[in-house]
């Protein structure tokens, strides 16, 4: 067989604060929260979301993000705030973040569950708002929700996942995250997909996105890393869910990924014992057991 096609390096993108955090029902504190964060820089992650600026009506725990912003954000590190909309923005610009992450689902029924709007219509709305990032100086991500799998309408077509990414392409945004929201994409299917993005999208920086929920996100990533995707968000702890993805559940664990890359020879820069103090810090608060491989074997070595 010939070798595996692997990165030197891989830049992890850490959403646990962010996409770990919203879905849990129990508010976790802002101050557990902050030294969630700040662990998880002094680990060694250097592009992180933060937190959203949406509605606290549809998302409570995301209601101290400003706080949190003000908090946290630091000259070392990439930090990401999500916005959704123009309200979102007029908060962001209240800040000092630089990098905004915006969301669109390429079902049209998940747009409408997430924010309230056709997949068409916030493209429409999300135009002049990226232009205005970009004429401020602004890093923008664009985070594209069920790129192979949808909860309510199923198999997703990669041609119009790619019809999507075009469009983000167009209105000049710096990187796509590219997601399996619901955790349902195989290695096949992950492989092809980011192969045809990276050919038709070559200037861009490309970034996968998986969730765990059926336990083939590492899989997936290393079909990712065949493809030439040397970006992965991930969440410590394989925290989170969108809460209106139902039945999916949280990112692939950044110690897992970080873990299964070094142990290849490809590099993070991340400290695996300090994630997972990372995580001890916010697991009280969480609703559900922390079950990531690399976690558990920490826990009973402790
Ligand atoms: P809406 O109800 O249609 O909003 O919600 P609206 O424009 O009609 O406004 C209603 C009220 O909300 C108004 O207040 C607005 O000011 C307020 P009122 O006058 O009633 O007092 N409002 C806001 N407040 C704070 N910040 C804002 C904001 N916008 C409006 N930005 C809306 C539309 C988009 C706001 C709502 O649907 C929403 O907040 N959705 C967020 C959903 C979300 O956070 N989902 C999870 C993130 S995406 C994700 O997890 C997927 C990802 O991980 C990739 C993957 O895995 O697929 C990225
Ligand atoms: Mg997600």
């Not at 508010?27 to 030294?35: D, G, H, L, R, S």
């Not at 890093?139 to 996942?161: M, Q």
């Not at 995250?177 to 997909?193: C, F, I, K, Q, Y």
Request: proline share 5%.
């Amino acid at each position: 067989m010939d070798k595996l096609k692997l990165p030197e390096n891989i830049t992890i993108i850490e959403v646990g604060p962010r996409d770990g955090l919203q879905n849990e029902k129990n508010f976790v504190p802002t101050e557990t929260k902050k030294e969630f964060i700040l662990r998880l820089k002094d680990s060694g992650i250097r592009e992180m979301e933060l937190t959203s600026f949406v509605s606290p009506k549809w998302v409570p725990q995301m209601q101290d993000a400003g706080d949190i912003v003000e908090s946290c954000l630091t000259s070392d590190s990439r930090d990401f705030v999500l916005a959704p909309n123009e309200r979102g923005l007029q908060r962001v610009y209240e800040t000092g973040c630089r990098a905004v992450a915006v969301f669109v689902g390429v079902s049209n029924t998940f747009n409408q569950k997430n924010i309230n709007k056709t997949t068409e219509d916030s493209l429409n709305d999300l135009e002049p708002l990226i232009n205005e990032l970009k004429e401020r100086g602004y890093f923008v991500r664009a985070c594209i929700s069920t790129a192979f799998y949808c909860p309510y309408e199923g198999k997703i077509l990669p041609e119009d996942t790619l019809a999507l990414c075009k469009r983000f392409a167009d209105m000049g945004v710096d990187e796509l995250s590219v997601a399996d929201t619901v955790g349902r994409a195989n290695p096949l299917e992950a492989h092809a997909l980011f192969t045809l993005l990276k050919s038709e999208l070559p200037g861009l920086l490309l970034t996968a996105h998986f969730h765990d929920t059926r336990k083939m996100a590492l899989a997936n990533i290393l079909a990712s890393m065949q493809a030439g995707v040397d970006r992965f968000d991930s969440s410590a702890g394989g925290l989170g869910g969108c809460p209106f993805a139902p039945g999916a559940t949280g990112n692939v664990a950044t110690e897992d990924v970080v873990f299964m890359a070094e142990e290849m020879g490809v590099k993070t820069g991340i400290d695996l014992e300090k994630i997972s103090q990372a995580i001890d810090v916010v697991k009280p608060f969480i609703s559900r057991p922390v079950e990531s491989g690399y976690y558990r074997l920490y826990e009973l070595n402790k």
